[in-house]
């Protein structure tokens, strides 16, 4: 009998979701103020959360059945998850369909990677990405509500030591905040090594605060940026761009590139390729989505991999065409975005 079609996990609007985000706890050991609030928020029960064999069970379901060819590991902090580099190693061993090892990436704030991040390549870690919003240690204790930036500017550099290429430094600007900043994290990019990476400040924060007139359009990053730099789009970049939320830009006479994400102004979501799992196991179609799909659940009640996998696929086939902000009738979802993951 020939061999049945492999399975995929498609949705209604011609996209194949083939890169998976997984948040391996909603924890952090960061306070920042668009993401939640000075005291913290009620952390997931530890019963909740899937362990790190149900974890790397789903994740070999979504690899060799249904087409998922790079895994990131998000948080809240994933460098608080004492099985990191076991979950890393894990997922190394897997191969998809073609016989290829999945691309294993890594979303931090950075505080204590210095420590950890020849571990993390050594189980086999491809990829890296880390938050930084503001070069001055004042602000960044303001910001976050702790003191810690010469950790994560240590983790960066330990990051760019470790041969990892490149080495993606994710920033957020803020009116009135870290706006000014902009150009002097290009700079500072160049002379660190890193790629820097501006995102449009999106509405996932636990207090709801999140104001359109607040947050720095790619527009106005671009503007502030080319107030010192000359930038420019390479054919090859805008070609080659694919899935990826970033655009990228050359700084003139350089190497050196910059990516700007308009995830609320310019919405990417006709090219998205992803798909979350969270650290209690939910299956979310998209970050905004409103509603999830159990696998903790069946997982643990002995489903087999044939069940788990057509759950993925029935959740995953009524994802939305967008994300909806720019629409009226747009609402935050329930989770923060530390409890969903990057």
């Given at each position: 009998?020939?061999?049945?079609?492999p399975?995929?996990?498609?949705?209604?609007?011609?996209?194949i979701a083939?890169?998976?985000?997984?948040?391996?706890s909603d924890?952090?050991?960061?306070?920042?103020?668009?993401c939640?609030?000075?005291?913290?928020?009620?952390?997931?029960?530890r019963?909740?959360v899937?362990t790190d064999?149900?974890?790397?069970?789903?994740i070999r379901?979504?690899?060799?059945?249904?087409?998922?060819?790079?895994?990131?590991?998000?948080?809240?902090e994933?460098?608080?998850?004492r099985?990191?580099?076991?979950l890393?190693?894990?997922?190394?061993?897997m191969?998809?369909?073609?016989?290829?090892k999945p691309?294993?990436?890594?979303?931090?704030?950075?505080?204590?990677l210095?420590?950890?991040?020849?571990?993390?390549?050594?189980?086999g870690?491809?990829?890296i990405?880390i938050s930084?919003?503001?070069?001055?240690?004042e602000?960044?204790?303001?910001?976050?509500?702790?003191?810690?930036?010469?950790?994560?500017?240590?983790?960066?550099?330990?990051a760019?030591?470790?041969?990892?290429?490149?080495?993606?430094?994710?920033?957020?600007?803020?009116r009135?905040?870290?706006?000014?900043?902009?150009?002097d994290l290009?700079?500072?990019?160049?002379?660190a090594?890193?790629?820097?990476?501006?995102?449009?400040?999106?509405p996932l924060?636990?207090q709801h605060?999140?104001?359109?007139?607040?947050?720095v359009?790619?527009?106005e990053?671009?503007?502030?940026?080319?107030?010192r730099?000359?930038?420019?789009?390479?054919?090859?970049?805008?070609?080659?761009?694919?899935?990826?939320?970033?655009?990228?830009?050359?700084?003139?006479?350089?190497?050196?590139?910059i990516?700007?994400?308009?995830?609320?102004t310019?919405p990417f979501c006709?090219?998205?390729?992803?798909?979350?799992?969270?650290?209690?196991?939910?299956?979310?179609?998209?970050?905004?989505?409103?509603d999830?799909?159990?696998?903790?659940?069946?997982?643990?009640a002995?489903?087999?991999d044939?069940?788990i996998a057509?759950?993925?696929i029935?959740?995953?086939?009524?994802?939305l065409?967008?994300h909806g902000?720019?629409d009226?009738?747009?609402?935050?979802?329930?989770r923060?975005?530390?409890?969903?993951g990057?």
């Amino acid at each position: 009998m020939p061999e049945s079609d492999p399975l995929e996990l498609a949705d209604s609007h011609g996209r194949i979701a083939s890169d998976l985000r997984v948040s391996l706890s909603d924890r952090c050991n960061l306070r920042c103020q668009y993401c939640m609030p000075a005291e913290g928020l009620p952390w997931m029960p530890r019963e909740e959360v899937l362990t790190d064999a149900e974890m790397l069970q789903l994740i070999r379901i979504g690899i060799e059945q249904l087409g998922i060819r790079t895994v990131r590991l998000t948080g809240g902090e994933p460098l608080l998850h004492r099985g990191l580099e076991g979950l890393v190693a894990g997922i190394a061993q897997m191969r998809t369909r073609a016989g290829i090892k999945p691309g294993i990436a890594l979303t931090t704030n950075g505080i204590g990677l210095a420590t950890r991040i020849d571990g993390l390549v050594a189980a086999g870690l491809d990829r890296i990405n880390i938050s930084l919003d503001t070069l001055d240690p004042e602000r960044f204790k303001s910001l976050t509500r702790r003191d810690r930036h010469a950790d994560v500017l240590a983790g960066i550099e330990a990051a760019v030591r470790s041969g990892l290429r490149p080495v993606k430094v994710n920033s957020v600007l803020m009116r009135g905040v870290n706006d000014d900043e902009a150009a002097d994290l290009v700079e500072w990019a160049g002379r660190a090594g890193v790629q820097l990476r501006f995102i449009e400040q999106m509405p996932l924060d636990a207090q709801h605060g999140w104001s359109r007139a607040k947050m720095v359009t790619a527009d106005e990053v671009y503007a502030a940026v080319s107030a010192r730099f000359e930038l420019v789009e390479d054919p090859e970049d805008r070609r080659t761009r694919g899935a990826a939320p970033a655009e990228l830009f050359r700084v003139a006479g350089t190497e050196q590139r910059i990516g700007i994400i308009a995830a609320v102004t310019r919405p990417f979501c006709g090219a998205c390729d992803r798909v979350r799992l969270t650290a209690d196991g939910q299956l979310r179609n998209c970050l905004f989505a409103r509603d999830e799909s159990d696998l903790r659940g069946p997982l643990r009640a002995g489903a087999s991999d044939e069940e788990i996998a057509e759950r993925w696929i029935r959740n995953v086939a009524r994802k939305l065409p967008g994300h909806g902000i720019n629409d009226p009738s747009f609402l935050q979802p329930d989770r923060p975005m530390s409890a969903i993951g990057g």
